[in-house]
């Protein structure tokens, strides 16, 4: 009876291993988080926004995340599983996970990021921090858009501007002569 219970918690654990190895290979951005100090109902409402943004927290132990790790740039980085680990998991935009994190934390001195990946590679905190001091994905796609645009409006600036100006300087000659006459 006791190896029984025993072989369903290796088998649980080795499931559970390897559904966070999927969830680390499918998204492109993982951070982990000490989240010390932190209230349940924060910790539920956090969860919350995160859903909203096409992303999701787990409460993981230290052992199984650092064996769900193995193959990525994480797993070298030992001091990282220690602590309390929560781990986000961003499915769609890289940038939103770390803004909602980064206001999330905002007056919580105890909880801290320890790292991440963003599309594999490894991130420290000042990385993630910076990741999310940039803008989202929809406001680069439109800046973008804006500096490949500016050339071709110049050119069609520029080429309306010749009849524009023949079209003045005719109309001037045109009142010099009424003048004249």
């Known amino acids: 009876m006791a190896l029984t219970t025993e072989r369903k918690s290796i088998q649980k654990k080795s499931q559970l291993v390897a559904d966070l190895k999927q969830k680390i290979e499918a998204a492109p951005v993982v951070i982990l988080l000490d989240f010390k100090g932190i209230d349940a109902n924060s910790i539920a409402d956090f969860r919350k926004k995160l859903k909203r943004e096409n992303a999701e927290l787990k409460v993981v132990k230290n052992t199984l995340l650092y064996r769900a790790c193995n193959g990525t740039q994480l797993y070298d980085k030992i001091d990282i599983f220690k602590e309390q680990t929560a781990v986000i998991f961003g499915y769609g935009d890289i940038v939103a996970p770390a803004k909602l994190l980064k206001e999330f ?72 002569k009424e003048k004249q006459s």
């Open 105 to 176: 934390l905002k007056g919580k001195e105890d909880a801290k990021v320890k790292g991440g990946l963003v599309e594999g590679v490894f991130a420290d905190a000042q990385k993630i921090d910076y990741l999310a001091s940039l803008p989202s994905k929809e406001v680069l796609v439109a800046q973008l858009l804006a500096v490949l645009q500016a050339p071709i409006t110049n050119l069609v600036r520029v080429l309306n501007a010749i009849p524009q100006k023949t079209v003045l300087v005719l109309d001037a000659i045109r009142k010099e």
